[in-house]
């Protein structure tokens, strides 16, 4: 199993990031390869730009431990398991968050990663606003 981390350091205050991320439903608000998203029963579906989509279930939205975990059920990267988390912790300049991969086989990670550097890109911005 694969496993993909990565930091964003986040210069604002971790309940105002918090708003966002358990905001699950918007997750298109802060990550700009997503057209659209919006919330289905327990999950959540996301249009991609250029088409396709994924269907995530949403596992967790924890306030006490600043956590969303999730898990991507249908893609176009043809993963046999997906699970996912962006956690917040505070800092004192203001917020990091920590989101987490794991994902079956090893080879879509080559795929995943250069998404995931994207959406941290904009989440470096988009969670400021």
Request: hydrophobic content about 35%; overall charge negative; charged content about 25%.
């Amino acid at each position: 199993m694969a496993t993909i981390r990565k930091t964003i350091d986040v210069n604002a205050d971790i309940e105002k990031v918090w708003a966002k991320i358990s905001n699950v439903g918007e997750i298109s608000t802060l990550i700009g390869f997503l057209d659209d998203s919006k919330l289905v029963g327990d999950g959540r579906v996301c249009t991609l730009n250029g088409g396709g989509t994924l269907k995530e279930d949403i596992i967790s939205v924890d306030p006490g431990l600043h956590r969303v975990v999730y898990s991507i059920s249908k893609s176009p990267l043809n993963m046999s398991f997906h699970s996912a988390s962006m956690e917040l912790t505070p800092t004192e300049t203001g917020t990091s968050l920590t989101w987490t991969h794991d994902l079956k086989p090893d080879e879509a990670s080559e795929h995943l990663e250069p998404m995931l550097d994207m959406a941290c890109k904009d989440m470096a911005t988009t969670l400021l606003s």
